[in-house]
């Protein structure tokens, strides 16, 4: 049975509305990405914590806040901090976006990349400065000594610190050698404008300063400010 001229306009103008429903659509998606990029581009973002090196204040796996940071004004001695890893080779900004999508949908546990993630070597590691531009530090048994810009005395990491926190050292296991090269001990060392030294709180388990040294501020990309998952580590992060 052939159409109507009154049916065929119908049919034209529901097939117009549904593409016009459409468009909103796909606006609206766009749209929701662009707020969501920036969002946790420069409001607040998610980190999961991929190994123990930062035991006892955050266990393996758990899943906390950060606030991006595009500039470092001045950092605080015993602030956690996110950073990037001095010798991580840099992706397409495009994967580094849909990277964000990514990570916020699953918790951190899955990432776009064209570089393997195996072990403890990650892009973005979470980790405690210990030692800000001006200090010397040396390390005994584990544990940073400061000496302050302008100060005779060397003090202990915690003497230095207003926050106060714990580190973990666990007995040897043979991971490194107390009559070796990795000993947990250190030379002096003056940080200059622009350089820091982060450690993990479980010394001997972190990929930090200690082994690969100073870290740029440029390489600190955000402020850890509470865990979310597991509910029984929730709360502001010390």
Not at 196 to 217: A, C, K, Q, T
């Amino acid at each position: 049975m052939p159409f109507s001229k009154t049916q065929h306009r119908l049919s034209s103008r529901d097939r117009l509305s549904s593409i016009h429903k459409r468009n909103i659509l796909i606006l609206k998606v766009l749209l929701g990405v662009v707020i969501f990029i920036a969002f946790t581009s420069f409001v607040i973002s998610t980190i999961r914590a991929g190994s123990v090196s930062m035991e006892p204040v955050l266990e393996k796996g758990s899943c906390s806040l950060f606030h991006p940071i595009r500039r470092v004004k001045e950092m605080e001695r015993g602030e956690v901090v996110l950073i990037e890893a001095p010798f991580y080779e840099q992706e397409h900004f495009l994967v580094n976006i849909l990277n964000r999508a990514v990570g916020f949908f699953t918790f951190q546990k899955l990432q776009v990349s064209f570089y393997p993630r195996e072990g403890w070597v990650n892009r973005y590691m979470i980790k405690r400065v210990v030692a800000v531009p001006g200090d010397t530090v040396k390390m005994e048994n584990w544990i940073l000594h400061i000496k302050k810009k302008d100060e005779p005395y060397f003090l202990t990491e915690f003497e230095c610190s207003d926050r106060e926190y714990d580190v973990r050292i666990d007995n040897n296991d043979g991971f490194a050698s107390d009559n070796g090269p990795l000993n947990g001990n250190l030379p002096e060392l003056t940080l200059n404008d622009g350089e820091y030294f982060v450690l993990g709180d479980n010394r001997r388990y972190s990929n930090d300063s200690y082994y690969w040294g100073i870290l740029p501020e440029e390489n600190i990309k955000g402020k850890l400010l509470f865990v979310y998952w597991p509910l029984s580590q929730f709360g502001v992060i010390h």
